[in-house]
């Protein structure tokens, strides 16, 4: 992926990621359970986002639906992605401790983590 996503540009794709397929109306909606949006926003700024290629638009009924065409995955991915090389030079060891060391994890969460890092020690075996 080229591009990333903005922070309202991801919020409307939690919500397609979520959902499915939907309207402008519904996205809106959704929006506005945060903060008050207005429809002529959300509707420019998915016309942008189907522009930028995030989203498709099937327009083979009346109600227009958008749909991601970008999975969470590939926007996760170059998000953190991103963030190692530039906020922690590179470093993905400095971005665990900086995220488990601000953030409660429970146990589920650190036996998570103890399994990657089991695989990981593995494959450098290997």
């Not at 009346?62 to 991915?77: F, G, M, N, S, W």
Request: glycine fraction near 4%; proline fraction near 2%; hydrophobic fraction near 35%.
């Amino acid at each position: 992926m080229k591009k990333k996503p903005t922070e309202a540009e991801l919020e409307v794709l939690q919500i397609l990621w979520k959902h499915g397929p939907c309207s402008v109306r519904f996205v809106n909606t959704e929006l506005s359970k945060n903060r008050e949006v207005v429809y002529t926003t959300t509707l420019k700024m998915m016309q942008v986002m189907t522009e930028k290629g995030f989203l498709q638009r099937d327009t083979s009924s009346r109600t227009h639906l958008y749909e991601a065409i970008v999975t969470e995955k590939a926007v996760k991915t170059t998000l953190v992605d991103r963030m190692v090389d530039t906020v922690f030079q590179g470093s993905p060891l400095q971005l665990a401790i900086q995220a488990l060391g601000h953030t409660k994890a429970d146990s589920e969460d650190l036996e998570a983590l103890k399994e990657i890092i089991r695989k990981l020690e593995n494959q450098s075996k290997s």
